[in-house]
């Protein structure tokens, strides 16, 4: 069994990572399939906002917040959803409000619509936050992510300490002092941190922040025993596990092994390594060459892709080691992957080809 069968296998929520373009929507997308078509309840996320993975999939349309139910064959079950962060904060504020109207100040106030989802670290967030609510949904076994494609990628493994700084963040304690002793919101524009705070974004931004930290009061232990949670499920090697994706060519090799370490520094390990869009190999050319023309070509054209193929090994395995080892190869087939027809090549190659 290869280590991806294996990593499929044992794991509960599975995340795909790499740099751009190397085919982590098409791998999240065709690795979802196999598990639908040996009878898991498979559902892939997307943090891409880009539409790819409703592409590969070969839904019309774009994907939503809300996971669809695609038609695949098989005893399982495939489904496919876009992260909308702003929806799924949302989300968490309606969870954690003492009272409905607690959410409504929050959900109402233009700080929180304007700023609160573009603030750094809250996307990440609450792709976590979204990972662990899919992995805790009755109707899935399987939860597949499949990584937005900047270097940040892996933001998200830091992200609820992130977000745990925020609340921690000495602004934040001033914000929520005057509350607490009863002080109008005014009063606080009088405080001089908040003075050179409102030159810099504008006085009615911050009176919005300021009625939004204060909304806020109370919340803070829900979102931080969440973000502890969200934290020790994604470090779970017993239910998350990391695949790695990578392109042979040269350039492509450096960024999959800044990946591979960005992991290892956050303690993570990589249980499979798929190389996709790779020259296949042929095997060995015949001892004599050909004397014919027609021959002669096609000779020349198998021993260039074989040379081509062997460096692309050599790449990978001086770039990634050990993990090149128990690599599954992915060939660059001669069309894009944007129906279930091509996915389903790229999920026969991933499981069941040899080489
Ligand atoms: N093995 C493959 N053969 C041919 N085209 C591929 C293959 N894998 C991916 N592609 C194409 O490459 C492009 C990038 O793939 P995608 O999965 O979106 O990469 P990423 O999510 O890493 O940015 C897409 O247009 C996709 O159709
Ligand atoms: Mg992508």
Redesign the pocket.
Known sequence: MSALADTLDRAEVLICC?S????????AAAIALQAAQHGRRAVVMTI?PAR?LAD?LGVPGALGNDPVRLDAEGAGELWALMLDASTTFDGLVLKYAADDLQAERILANPFYRNVASTLSGTQEFMAAERLHALHHDPRFDLVVV?TP?SRNALDFLAAPSTLTRFLDHPLFKVLMLPARRGFRVLNLATQPILRSIGKAVGGEVLADAIAFFQAFQGMETGFRSRADEVNSLVRDAGVTRFVL?ASPRADAVAEAAFFASRLSDYHVRVSALVV??STPSFGDPPDTVPRAAAGRASYDNLVRLNTMAGHERDNIRKALGRLADAATW????A????DMASLEA?RFHLFEATG
């Open positions: 790499g751009g373009g190397v085919g982590k929507t098409t791998t891409d790819r590969a499949d494609p994706v996709n869009r992915v060939p660059l087939l069309h894009d992957v944007h790229i």
